[in-house]
Structure formats: structure tokens, C-alpha cells
């Protein structure tokens, strides 16, 4: 294991719900994605940390996900996106082939965050150390969501609700673009995908510049 994963793990502490990545997806992905994120799916799978507050996710089953917030807007001409984790609220992380960690959508407000991301290092060769680099500054706080009183939700969600399963996320219903207010009582388990697309169908995505919510 590399430092910097190792640094990773010691920061959001061991895997949850483990799912193994087939050999088939691997070679779907190779080219596109680093290397070294390969190798972390093939060691580690796709699964949660943190109690299931940061969640590595199969870009092919969140196709859906990206279609429905990016697929006609001008992020689709700029690079090739793939979703490659999520957080316990659906925060969505978009790797971009040329540009890695390069945009962020918040769907529970219709956000999206671009940013230069890793363009600058990708451009040069160094696509591995990019992807390395972005787990190792990855913090709890980076995706935990503060309630309309400023307060973290994950811990009394996950007391209330319970541990996430692979294809859930805590989400609010009624939605926040509903009127819905962004609390622990109006949050539910829903599953992940069909929640994060149907999202993107109740309020226009606006483009933020911040790197990070």
C-alpha cells in the first residue's frame, strides 16, 4: 500500500461493505482512469469509510448520475467524466481524464464546484501520484452536511438511521429544492442513484467558484 492511501485509511479509518471490482471493469477503465486508482479498486473494491460517510463508487452504475446533471451542459466539452465516490448525502466527486478531481456537484442544492483540479500534473505524466495525492487530502469534514442550524448531520443520522448500505444515501424528503428543510427529521434512507437523478430533474444546476462546499 502507498503512503499516501495509508494516510488515507488512518484518517477515515477501515472499509465498509466491501464490493469486489471485476477484471472486466478494470480493463473498461484502464486508459481512462489512473492506474493507481485501479489498483486501489482491485486491493480495496468499492466500499465505504468512515462509518459510510465517504463512499468509492463503479462509475458505470452512476452513469445515470452524471447524465442527469452534466450531460447538457458545457462540462461534457471541456473533459470525460467519471463519478468515482460520493458521500453519505450524495455529494458527487467527478474525476476528469484530463482534468482528475476537477468538479464537485452538491445535488441536494444543485450546486456544482469546478475547479483546475490535477489538469496541470495529468498534463505531465503524472495521473498516479494525482489520484494518490487526492485521497491523502481527503477529510471527514470534506462530507459531512450541516443541518439549516449549522450542525453535522452524519452522526445523529447514522445513530437514527443506521449504517448506510452500498446503493443508499441519507437524502431529504421532501428535497431542499421542494421547499424540504435540511434537517435530521426530514432526512431518509433512499437509494442512491434513482434519488441523485431525480434531483437533477427539480432545480437548474448553478455554478459555483469554490473548489470545495
Known amino acids: 500500500m502507498d503512503e499516501d492511501f495509508a494516510y488515507f485509511l488512518e484518517k477515515m479509518g477501515p472499509s465498509v461493505d466491501r464490493r469486489y471490482v471485476p477484471p472486466s471493469t478494470i480493463d473498461r477503465y484502464r486508459g481512462k482512469l489512473p492506474d493507481q486508482l485501479l489498483t486501489y479498486w482491485e486491493e ?42 460520493r458521500s453519505a448525502f450524495g455529494k458527487l466527486i467527478f474525476w476528469g481524464e484530463k482534468t482528475g478531481e476537477s468538479l464537485l456537484i452538491l445535488p441536494w442544492d444543485a450546486l456544482a464546484f469546478p475547479s483546475n483540479g490535477s489538469a496541470e500534473y495529468i498534463a505531465k505524466g503524472h495521473a498516479n501520484e494525482a489520484v494518490s495525492w487526492f485521497f491523502a487530502g481527503l477529510r471527514r469534514k470534506d462530507f459531512d452536511l450541516d443541518d439549516d442550524g449549522q450542525s453535522p448531520l452524519f452522526a445523529p443520522a447514522l445513530k437514527k438511521l443506521g449504517r448506510l448500505k452500498p446503493d443508499e444515501v441519507y437524502g431529504f424528503v421532501p428535497a431542499v429544492a421542494l421547499s424540504g428543510a435540511a434537517t435530521l427529521a426530514n432526512l431518509q434512507k433512499v437509494k442512491a442513484v434513482e434519488h441523485l437523478v431525480i434531483l437533477a430533474q427539480l432545480a437548474p444546476l448553478r455554478v459555483m467558484r469554490s473548489p470545495f462546499a
Do not use: K, N, R, S
Request: net charge negative; charged share 20%.
Open 44 to 85: 480495496h473494491g468499492w466500499c465505504g469509510y468512515a462509518d459510510g460517510l465517504f463512499w468509492t463508487v463503479d462509475p458505470q452504475e452512476y452513469e445515470p448520475v452524471l447524465e442527469a446533471w452534466i450531460g447538457d451542459t458545457p462540462f461534457m466539452e471541456q473533459d470525460a467524466y467519471h463519478i468515482i465516490g
